[in-house]
């Protein structure tokens, strides 16, 4: 049993504590860690990292977790954690993540990497300079719904793939008579907020890895709601939007169209939806869900203004059968990545990765101004 050290900076909010701490790494230490293909295990040890000591510590006593700390750069120093695992807000992580880099950490971070495309780049040619691993959260990819689907694409099920259609989003309350469900700082674009810097890098891995890389995009950014009200119950002006439509062309000549919008009312099966059409079927997938409908099962409409059409279309879809136990994603995605921390071998999901997703958040931001359609060029290291 190997035992890695892995710094845990940001874990006192809620997708750090949550996601990262609780159904990741304390529940991998708590399942004995994770074994590899030689039949060894390596498990986790996490030692916490954050501004106020009482928090961690509160944290650490619940949790049984012996190491926490206020001192970043005395935690970087020391030899026996491994990995630096990064969750804070935005504006702050470029720079943590260059610390870590210069120490020679592993590192695991959520996304977007950084505030720029430049910067994001700058850190990914940093760590190849250095030669340390490098992973970037791609959680979406690992939710049932999706994994699903990715068995509908590589068995051949849509023939070839004409168009992608995403529904994401919620009501988020302003805040005056019913507290926000998100922090406040969403949605001020001078601490980072913004849809599109949030979902964006989202949506870039989910149509890479699933369709083919985004070639360009067009999109416009909506400020719906301009009137909330933060934390302590006092007003302020949204000046980051909070919705954001999107068409993104992929290659292969396959279109994608995301809406993203905390200023919708959901009248969808799922908080998350897409839609793929194909020349030998269709499937509707979300967090968990997945139903298909066949080039030989699809129905003939016929389009008549003047009479009431009675189908049902929802009864011609078939679901598609959970046939596999699906961990939880970041879980998963945690196991991956260490696995191949220690097996040394090629992580696909890394800060060149994590660039991809911030030039489109930028590149979709710049359209959304000039209106125009911005094509994003490759991005390389050297």
């Not at 009501?171 to 601490?191: C, K, M, T």
């Amino acid at each position: 049993m190997r035992e890695i050290g892995i710094i845990m900076n940001g874990v006192s909010g809620r997708m750090g504590y949550r996601q990262h701490l609780v159904r990741s790494i304390l529940a991998i230490r708590d399942a004995g860690g994770v074994e590899l293909p030689d039949g060894s295990k390596v498990t986790v040890r996490p030692l916490l990292v954050g501004r106020s000591e009482a928090k961690l510590a509160e944290i650490a006593a619940e949790h049984g977790i012996a190491d926490y700390t206020t001192d970043l750069d005395a935690a970087l120093a020391d030899p026996q954690w491994e990995i630096y695992a990064d969750f804070l807000v935005t504006k702050a992580r470029a720079t943590a993540l260059r610390k870590a880099i210069a120490a020679g950490k592993a590192i695991y971070t959520e996304k977007p990497t950084a505030e720029s495309v430049e910067e994001a780049l700058e850190l990914a040619r940093l760590a190849q300079e250095a030669g340390v691993k490098t992973g970037v959260v791609h959680d979406k990819l690992y939710l049932p719904g999706l994994q699903k689907l990715k068995r509908l694409i590589d068995s051949g099920f849509f023939g070839r793939v004409l168009s992608v259609r995403g529904e994401f989003g919620y009501w988020v309350f302003e805040g005056d008579w019913q507290p926000a469900q998100r922090p406040s700082w969403n949605y001020r674009a001078e601490d980072g907020g913004g849809i599109i810097v949030d979902m964006f890098p989202h949506w870039n891995y989910v149509l890479e890895n699933l369709f083919g890389e985004v070639k360009s995009v067009y999109s416009q950014a909506s400020i719906h709601i301009a009137d909330r009200w933060d934390e302590k119950g006092e007003r302020y002006d949204a000046t980051a939007e909070d919705a954001a439509y999107g068409i993104f062309e992929l290659e292969g000549d396959i279109v994608a169209q995301i809406n993203s919008s905390w200023t919708t009312r959901v009248n969808r099966d799922e908080l998350v939806e897409f839609h793929v059409d194909g020349t030998h079927g269709s499937a509707v997938v979300g967090l968990f869900g997945a139903k298909i409908q066949p080039r030989n099962a699809t129905p003939k409409p016929v389009w008549n203004p003047d009479l009431e059409d009675t189908h049902d279309y929802d009864e011609d879809w078939q679901q598609v059968p959970t046939n596999d136990v699906f961990l939880n994603g970041f879980r998963q995605q945690w196991e991956e990545y260490l696995t191949s921390y220690v097996l040394g071998t090629d992580y696909p999901f890394d800060l060149l990765a994590g660039a991809r997703g911030v030039q489109l958040a930028e590149a979709g931001l710049e359209s959304s101004r000039t209106g125009a359609k911005v094509v994003l060029p490759e991005l390389k290291l050297a």
